[in-house]
C-alpha cells in the first residue's frame, strides 16, 4: 500500500510531522532548529568490536537530563534501542541510555497497531514497518507514521510524558503495553488497569551482562475511554482481565527470536479510532505513588502541545549556553547535534518530592533545590564529558558529583567503574570517578561535600578486595605493592589517573599528606617504561618485560593497543617524553600515529572513536609543535562527525563522543582529568559566547581563515603558550585568534611555554631484563 493511500486514511496530524526548521516556534537562529537527535542512531565507522560502529544514541522525547526517555525501538537492538539500518519497530519505550555498548533499559515499550488484537503478542510480535521519510525529532519531540498508517507523537517533561495516537478510521485502535519488554529481560513486573489509568512495575537489570537489577515504576492515564482491554500471558490472551504479573528472558540480538519462545506478559487496551488517544505516563524508580505524583507536579491536565512547548524551552534554554557565529550548515548542525547530546545524562533520578532509592536499595532524601543523578559512565565521561558539564552547568556538575559520592558512601565507600539507575555494573576498568569528581571540582563545581567524597575516594583507592560484594580496584594489593598492575598497562594508567585526580582534590583542600602520597603513586607508569623498546608495555610482577614487544597488540590493554595506551600519561605528558629521548622523538611518533585517525585497536595508530586516544592530539603541544595538534582536530572534526544519523563513528558513550566534538570546536581541550588547564587549537566558529550557569561569560573570537593558529590574545594580551590556566577557565574571559592556512611553527614552540607537567619523586626502578 502506497504511503499516500495510507495518509488520505489517517486522522489528520500529520501537519505536525513538519522539518523543524520550518515549525512555527523555531527560526534559522535557533539551536533547536540545528539540532538532529537522529545523529549516532547509524553506524558511521567500522565495528572494532566495541559496542558498534555507531553512536547508540536514541531519537526520542526527552528535556535536558530527563528521566524520562521516551524513545522508539527497533527490532534489532542496539545500545540506545533504535538502530536505523532497522525498519521495524519494536515499540516505544520510556527508559534509554544514549550511547552504551551494551544494550540496557528499554522498560515499559508501547506499541500502537491497527485493528484489534488476535493471538498474544507473545507469541505474534506486532512488529510494526516504517520509512524514515515518514519520521521527524528535534529536541523534546519525536514523531512517526508507520507503514500500517499509525501515527505516534511523543513529548516529554523530566520525569513524564504525553503520547498522541492516531489511527487509520474503520478499524479499532490498540496499544500493547508489553511490561516485560525491557531489553535485557525482565526477572518480575505487574501492572493493573483501574478506570482510565494503567501503572505498573518492572524488575530488570542487566547491563553488559552484570547481575544488578533495579525497579522502575509508570503510571498512565488515558483521554479516552477504552472499548476493550485485556492482558497476556505467555501464549495466552485473557480479555477483560485488569490485573497481570509475569517474567521474559534476557533478549537475544535480534527481538524476533523471542516470538518463538512465547514468553512475556502485558496489557492491550482498544479505542475507536474516530478520535487521537492522548497517553499521558509518569515514571520513578520509588513507586507507583511517586510516578503519579511525578505526572500530576510535572504534566497534570497539559495537552501535547503545551508539553511539547516548554520541553522545546527547556531545550533552547540550554543549547543557547554557547551561541556560535560562522560555520557551514552541517558544522552548526553537528555542533548543535553534539551539545544536544551532551545534555541528556546522567539523568534525574529522584521523584518531585526529592525521594530516590540508593545504592543500597533503601529511601533517601535529596536536599531542597538539588536532584540526585543516575547511570554514569564513568570510564567514558571523565576524559571530555565531565569537564564540559562542569564548566556549562557548575551546578548540576556538583549535584552530580554530590550523587557519584552518595552512592559510594551508602554501601561503605566503594565507588563503581559505570552505574546503570541505582546499581552498580563494575563495566570496563579502573576508578574513574576519582577522576570525574576531581575534575568537577576544578572547573568549578564546587557544591557538593568535597572533603566527605575525598575521605571515600581515599578509602576506596586504599582497599584490597571486595566490599559490599564488589571489588573497585581488581589487584589492588599488586598495585600498591609494586606501583603497577603485573601484565596490565591498561588498569594502572587508569589507577594511576583515578590516584592523580586524589592528589589534585586533596590538594586543593589542603590535605597536603594525601595529595604527595597520591601524586607520587600517579606515577607508577614509570614502572611500565621499558628503555630497550621505547614503550610503555605489560611488565611482570617479577620486573621482567616480554622479549618480544608488538605495538599493535592487544594483551594487557582494555579496548585498545600498547601504541594507544602508551600516550596516556596525561599528568605528565613531559615525564613521558623524557623517558622516550626527547620532545622530537617524542613527535616523530605522534606524527606516526596519526597516519591514521580512527584505526581500531588492531593498529599502531590513533582510535579517535574510543575513549583512550581522546586526549592524544594535544600532546604536541609538550613537544612545541601545536600546529600538528591544529591539523588532526581539523581532520578529526572533518572526517569523523557529521550531522547525519551516521555522523558518529564510535560510541557516544553518553555524550563523550559529542563533548569531545564541542570541545573541538570551541577551539579548546581539558586534556589532563582532575586539572583545569585548557589547550587552545583553532576554533570551528568565527565566534563563540559561552555563557555559564554561574554566570561566567567566555568570548572567543577567531579572525581569518584556515586551521592554523598564527597568533593568540588572552583578554588583550598576547600569549605565545598553546594553553590557558585554570585561572582564567573558572574566571571567563576573552580570546582573540588569529588563523590561517599555513602552520606557524613559532607558536608555543619554546619548551617555556609549554603545558604544565606533574612531576613527583619517582618510585624506584625495578631491574630491567637483558637486551
Known sequence: MSTHRLVCCVVPLLSLLVPVAAGAETTA????????????????????????????????????FGMMQWSPDTVRTAGGGYKYEDNRLHGFSMTHISGPGCTGAQDFPVLPISGAIGVSPAVH?????????????????????????????????????????????????????DI?????????????????????????????????????????????????YGTWTDDKVHPGETIVRGAAPTTPTDRDELVANGLGSGIYLQFDSATPVQMRAGLSYVSVEGAQRNLAAEIASQDFESVRSEARTAWRRRLS????????????????????????????FDDVDGAYIGFDDSLHQVLPGHHHYATFSGWDIYRSQTQLLAWLAPDVASDIAQS????????????DRWSHQNTITGVMNGDPYHSAIASAYAFGARGFDAPGALASMIAGAERVGEKSGYT?????????????????????????????????????????????????????????????????????ADGTFTAAFDPAGTDGYVEGNGAQYHWMVFADVRGLFEMMGGRDRAAERLDTFFTKLNAGPHEP???????????????????????????VVHRARTELFGPHPNGLVGNDDLGTLSAW????????????????????????????????????????????????????????????KAWLPESWTTTGGHLDFTLGPDPEPSFGSDEADAPPSFDAPSPQQAALPPR
Open 180 to 228: 516485560t519488554g525491557s531489553v535485557n529481560g525482565v526477572d518480575d513486573a505487574a501492572a493493573v488497569i483501574r478506570d482510565n489509568t494503567v501503572s505498573g512495575w518492572v524488575r530488570t537489570g542487566g547491563f553488559c551482562g552484570a547481575p544488578s537489577r533495579y525497579q522502575v515504576y509508570f503510571q498512565a492515564v488515558f483521554d479516552r475511554p477504552f472499548t476493550a
Open 321 to 348: 549556553q554557547i551561541e556560535v557565529t560562522g560555520g557551514d550548515p552541517d558544522q552548526l548542525r553537528t555542533f548543535y547535534s553534539a551539545l544536544y547530546h551532551v545534555f541528556l545524562q546522567p539523568y534525574i
Open 404 to 415: 557519584m559520592f552518595d552512592n559510594a558512601a551508602v554501601i561503605g565507600d566503594v565507588w
Open 661 to 720: 566534538y564541542v570541545w573541538a570546536c570551541l577551539g579548546l581541550y581539558p586534556v589532563i582529568p582532575g586539572r583545569a588547564e585548557l589547550l587552545v587549537h583553532a576554533p570551528a566558529f568565527s565566534e563563540i559566547v559561552v555563557h555559564r550557569s554561574s554566570g561566567q561569560q567566555i568570548t572567543i573570537d577567531a579572525d581569518g581563515s584556515g586551521r592554523y593558529v598564527q597568533a593568540l590574545r588572552v583578554d588583550g594580551r598576547d600569549t605565545t
Open 29 to 64: 537562529n535557533d539551536p533547536i532548529a540545528q539540532v538532529n537527535p537522529f545523529v549516532g542512531t547509524q553506524d558511521g565507522g567500522t565495528d572494532f568490536g566495541h559496542g558498534g560502529g555507531g553512536g547508540m544514541t536514541f531519537p526520542g522525547a526527552v528535556t535536558p
Open 605 to 631: 595508530f590513533a582510535y579517535l572513536g574510543n575513549e583512550p586516544s581522546l586526549q592524544t592530539p594535544w600532546l604536541y603541544a609538550w613537544a612545541g609543535r601545536p600546529y600538528r595538534t591544529q591539523d
Open 472 to 540: 573497585e580496584r581488581p589487584r589492588n594489593d599488586e598495585y600498591l605493592r609494586l606501583g603497577y598492575v603485573p601484565g596490565q598497562v591498561s588498569d594502572t594508567l587508569e589507577y594511576g589517573m583515578a590516584d592523580f585526580g586524589i592528589a589534585q582534590l586533596a590538594d586543593r583542600l589542603g590535605d597536603r599528606a594525601s595529595a604527595d602520597k597520591f601524586l607520587r603513586r600517579a606515577h607508577g607508569w614509570q614502572q611500565l617504561f621499558n628503555p630497550a623498546t621505547g614503550w610503555l608495555q605489560p611488565r611482570a
Open 125 to 177: 510480535g506486532y512488529v510494526q514497518t516504517f520509512d524514515h521519510r515518514n519520521e521527524q525529532a528535534e529536541p523534546g519531540y519525536y514523531g512517526l507514521t508507520t507503514d500500517a498508517g499509525v501515527e505516534t507523537e511523543l513529548t516529554a517533561s523530566t520525569r513524564a510524558g504525553v503520547a498522541r495516537f492516531a489511527f487509520p478510521a474503520n478499524k479499532p485502535g490498540t496499544l500493547l503495553l
